[in-house]
């Protein structure tokens, strides 16, 4: 992700705040309510969102994770390219061993 993105993201994050919060006062609530409801909302939100961060990190469904499997899988892959015929079948029965 770009800085610019994090930026946004942010900038957007705190905007939807403020309009929570001036949603909550249009619907009635006093100024007061609608600040504890909506950085009530706030964290909530913020929390949930760490959470599933957590959640990724300890099932190790992370995009590096992914990276790293992808870099690996494409290794593997074109050194069973490079092979000769003669190498497959030698390979084949050592794993027929095992």
């Given at each position: ?11 957007g994050v ?85």
């Amino acid at each position: 992700m770009r800085r610019i993105d994090v930026i946004a993201i942010g900038m957007g994050v705190f905007a939807t705040g403020g309009v929570i919060y001036l949603f909550l006062q249009l619907v009635g609530f006093d100024s007061l309510s609608a600040g504890i409801w909506s950085q009530a909302l706030f964290i909530t939100v913020l929390l949930a969102w760490i959470l599933s961060y957590l959640w990724r990190v300890g099932n190790k469904n992370m995009t590096y994770n992914q990276q790293i499997k992808d870099y690996e899988e494409a290794v593997l892959q074109k050194r069973l390219d490079e092979m000769t015929p003669e190498e497959l079948e030698k390979l084949q029965q050592e794993l027929e061993k095992d």
